[in-house]
């Protein structure tokens, strides 16, 4: 029987098959195919499951998945954990401050996004929260991610502002939602979908940084059509499965400019007649893009994402 995995909770996972929903664990055998990561099974598989006599059942296989969203494990490096599968969009929650969201983060999850050929709508958070110089930073923001192709939100989920664009914009689609732990995620899908009545918390004042409230990953249907996947917030956006010469396919103005090298297999750093680095000199590149192309370069031991990414 096939089914939708639309939840995870650790070993279980609820699978829609049917016209209902089945407790699953994934079956012994199935863990050991070589799979380098810590969660075989994800939100938005199509899985093949066998019931048995007691109500659960066991997952048997996976669909192939038409894309997915991945980051390095932050416990342990040499494996991936995929956010979510068969995605039409991912939404990365963004706020400039209470908590902050660094370009670093931003830049390596719009590369992973881009790697794995997955629209990304930019939301801006906490917009009533912003002073006179955060505007001015995150009228930047909006200004660099837009001229590159990013859409932008701004909006405040306490208020309600912009909600309806958002809503729209989810409007049958099968939609990630990511970010830090505190930017406000739990925040929109209650503004989304009021029944939902997920729990929030506050920002630890003394860190500046978000608490934990979503603890697993849920796949929640939309009024209009489609899905929103709530998943835990990430500290940390460690890039995998990333070769060195693949790294500038994935920030489109760094590609573009790339084209125009002297030698084809330019990586962007001390080779004469350089495009890029003449295009970042000139403004044409953002300077905090190309640093965060060469962290990802640079990122080699899988351990430098941790430090504030």
């Not at 799979?35 to 006599?53: A, C, F, L, Q």
């Not at 881009?114 to 923001?141: S, T």
């Not at 405040?156 to 990511?178: F, H, M, P, W, Y």
């Not at 890029?276 to 403004?283: G, I, Q, S």
């Amino acid at each position: 029987m096939l089914g939708l995995v639309i939840r995870n909770t650790g070993s279980w996972y609820t699978v829609h098959a049917d016209g209902r929903t089945v407790e699953c664990k994934v079956k012994g055998s199935f863990r050991l195919k070589g799979i380098r990561s810590t969660n075989p099974v994800v939100i938005g598989d199509r899985v093949e499951i066998e019931e048995n006599s007691e109500g659960t059942a066991f997952i048997t296989g996976i669909e192939a998945r038409r894309n997915y969203m991945i980051r390095r494990a932050s416990n342990l490096s040499k494996q991936s954990h995929i956010l979510a599968a068969n995605l039409d969009l991912a939404v990365l929650v963004i706020t400039v401050n209470y908590p902050e969201t660094t370009t670093v983060f931003i830049d390596r999850f719009l590369a992973t996004a881009e790697a794995y050929r997955i629209p990304v709508q930019l939301v801006f958070n906490k917009i009533d929260r912003c002073d006179d110089d955060d505007r001015e930073y995150l009228d930047g923001l909006v200004n660099l991610y837009g001229t590159i192709g990013y859409p932008c939100l701004k909006m405040c989920a306490v208020s309600g502002a912009n909600v309806d664009e958002l809503r729209q914009i989810l409007s049958g689609k099968v939609t990630l939602l990511s970010g830090h732990s505190g930017v406000g995620k739990t925040t929109i899908v209650n503004r989304l979908l009021p029944e939902a009545n997920l729990r929030t918390a506050g920002i630890s004042e003394y860190h500046k940084k978000g608490v934990h409230t979503t603890t697993f990953s849920e796949m929640i249907p939309l009024p209009n059509g489609g899905y929103l996947i709530d998943t835990p917030g990430i500290k940390g956006f460690g890039t995998i499965e990333m070769e060195g010469a693949e790294v500038a396919h994935y920030f489109p103005e760094i590609f573009k400019f790339s084209a125009r090298c002297r030698f084809n297999n330019c990586t962007h750093r001390n080779e004469p007649g350089c495009s890029v680095r003449k295009a970042v000199e000139e403004h044409y590149i953002s300077e905090s893009r190309y640093k965060s192309y060469l962290n990802i370069l640079e990122d080699k031991d899988g351990n430098k994402y941790r430090e504030a990414y």
